[in-house]
C-alpha cells in the first residue's frame, strides 16, 4: 500500500501548494495537531526507512545514541519522509475519528487493546531510553518472556525490554499516563494485556536464547493505576489475567477493580484442573468479561476438533448434552457463557459461523499467517442476525 500513499501524499502537497500553503506552514500546522509522541514517531520511521528498514541497534552510533547534532542532520536529511509519515499521521487521525463517531452514535462502543510492553526496535525504546533497562550503548539488561510450564519445556522468550520501574515511579508515571491518555481518545474501552506484569514480571538475561534461566521481579502494582485515575479520572479498561495467576495477581485485579477476563476454552483442559474451575461459567464473578475464545485462541469449532475425547466428554457432561452433533454445539458453548454472571462476553464471529482453525486470527509465537481473516459484507444475513439477538435476549 505504500506506493499508494505516497501517490496520494503527493497529490495533497500538490492541492495544498495550488491554494496557497507552504510547505513551511503545513509542517507547522502537523506540528499542533500531531502528539510529540506521534512525531517522535514519525522521525524514527523516516530514519528507519534511510537505514533500509534496519532495527535502530544497527544504524550509525551517533543517530544510534541520538546525539544531538546528528538528530538536527537526520532531520533535515529525512524531511520530506519525516512529512510524509505526519501526513499519514493526521489522516488516520481525522478519519479515525469520524469512524469512531460514527460507531458511538449507533451506540457501539469500541474496545482497544495495550500491550504491556513495546518491542526493542521501537520509537519508544529509540527516543526513551531512560524508561527502559538498557545499557549505555541502548542494548538490553534483560528481555521480557514468561517462564516454562506444562505448555512450554523452554517457556517464551518475547525478547522486549523491560522497564525502569523505580524511574517511572520518580516520574509520577508520567509516560504511561500519556500513553493511556491516547489510548482513551482512540477506544472506548481499554484492554491491558498481560495485567499479571504489573504485579511481577519476568526478567531473561539479555542474550539468552530460551526462557529457562529467568527470574521473577516486582512490578510497581496498585501504585501506578492510582496515579493513572487521579490524572485521567475513571476510565473503562479490561484486566488480561490469562495464565498463571497467583494470588497476588488477583488482589491486583481486585483493588484495580477491572473486570478480569474469563475464556470458556480453557475449563476443560485435562492437563490444568486446578486452573480449569476459575474457567467454568457457574464460577465467574459478575465483574468480569467472559470470551468463548480471544482473538489468541482457536476457534470454537477448531478448539473442539484439537482436545482429546476425554475433555470432550469432560464438557458434553458439563452442558448435560451428550446428542447434539459436533458443528452445532457453538451455540450451545455460547448460550452457557451468555447465562454466566459476567457483565460483558464478547463472542468472535467466527464463534457464531461456525468456522473452523482456517479462519483464527491468531496463532502466538508465530508469524506469517496471521490477523488475515476478514468478515464479509455478505457474511451478515438475515438468519444470523435473529439468531445473535435472540441467544442475547434470552
Known amino acids: 500500500r505504500f506506493p499508494l500513499l505516497k501517490k496520494a501524499f503527493g497529490a495533497w502537497k500538490k492541492q495544498q501548494q495550488e491554494k496557497g500553503r507552504s510547505e513551511k506552514k503545513l509542517q507547522e500546522f502537523f506540528a499542533d495537531a500531531l502528539t510529540e509522541d506521534t512525531r517522535?514517531?514519525?522521525?524514527?520511521?523516516?530514519?528507519?526507512?534511510?537505514?533500509?528498514?534496519?532495527s535502530f541497534l544497527l544504524w550509525d552510533e551517533e543517530i544510534r545514541t541520538r546525539k544531538p547534532d546528528a538528530l538536527k542532520r537526520y532531520r533535515e536529511i529525512c524531511r520530506d519522509e519525516i512529512f510524509?509519515?505526519?501526513?499519514?499521521?493526521?489522516?488516520?487521525?481525522?478519519?479515525?475519528?469520524?469512524?469512531?463517531?460514527?460507531?458511538?452514535e449507533h451506540g457501539v462502543k469500541i474496545i482497544g487493546d495495550i500491550p504491556i510492553y513495546v518491542a526493542m526496535d521501537s520509537a519508544d525504546s529509540w527516543a526513551h531510553p531512560e524508561l527502559f533497562q538498557l545499557d549505555a550503548d541502548n542494548l538490553p539488561l534483560a528481555v521480557a518472556g514468561c517462564p516454562p510450564d506444562g505448555f512450554s519445556a523452554d517457556g517464551q522468550l518475547w525478547g522486549n525490554p523491560?522497564?525502569?520501574?523505580?524511574?517511572?515511579?520518580?516520574?509520577?508515571?508520567?509516560?504511561?499516563?500519556s500513553r493511556l491518555a491516547h489510548c482513551f481518545r482512540l477506544y472506548d474501552v481499554v484492554r491491558i494485556d498481560h495485567f499479571r506484569g504489573f504485579d511481577e514480571y519476568y526478567s531473561i538475561p539479555y542474550?539468552?536464547?530460551?526462557?529457562?534461566?529467568?527470574?521473577?521481579?516486582?512490578?510497581?502494582?496498585?501504585?501506578?493505576?492510582?496515579?493513572?485515575?487521579?490524572?485521567?479520572?475513571?476510565?473503562?479498561?479490561i484486566a488480561e489475567d490469562l495464565g498463571y495467576v497467583t494470588d497476588s495477581v488477583r488482589r491486583l485485579v481486585q483493588e484495580s477493580g477491572f473486570p478480569g477476563m474469563k475464556v470458556l476454552e480453557f475449563a476443560f483442559d485435562s492437563r490444568d484442573s486446578g486452573c480449569a474451575n476459575d474457567y467454568l461459567p457457574h464460577n465467574y464473578p459478575e465483574n468480569s468479561v467472559a470470551y468463548t475464545g480471544t482473538h489468541d485462541n482457536e476457534t470454537l469449532a477448531g478448539w473442539w476438533k484439537s482436545i482429546t475425547p476425554e475433555e470432550q466428554k469432560m464438557a458434553r457432561d458439563y452442558l448435560c448434552d451428550q446428542y447434539t452433533p459436533q458443528t452445532k454445539l457453538g451455540k450451545s458453548f455460547i448460550s452457557l457463557i451468555l447465562r454466566s454472571r459476567s457483565v460483558l462476553c464478547v463472542i468472535p464471529m467466527q464463534d457464531y459461523m461456525g468456522l473452523d482453525n482456517r479462519s483464527r486470527i491468531n496463532k502466538p509465537s508465530t508469524v506469517g499467517t496471521n490477523w488475515k481473516w476478514r468478515l464479509a459484507k455478505s457474511d451478515l444475513t438475515e438468519d444470523l442476525k435473529q439468531e445473535i439477538h435472540g441467544m442475547t435476549l434470552r
Open 40 to 54: 517522535e514517531y514519525c522521525f524514527y520511521m523516516a530514519v528507519k526507512n534511510h537505514f533500509d528498514g534496519k
Open 84 to 104: 510524509f509519515y505526519e501526513f499519514l499521521q493526521y489522516e488516520f487521525q481525522e478519519q479515525w475519528a469520524k469512524l469512531k463517531h460514527y460507531a458511538n
Open 162 to 177: 523491560l522497564y525502569r520501574w523505580d524511574y517511572h515511579r520518580e516520574t509520577g508515571y508520567q509516560w504511561w499516563i
Open 207 to 237: 542474550g539468552e536464547t530460551s526462557a529457562v534461566n529467568g527470574h521473577w521481579e516486582k512490578g510497581p502494582g496498585i501504585d501506578l493505576f492510582r496515579k493513572v485515575e487521579q490524572a485521567l479520572g475513571w476510565k473503562q479498561v
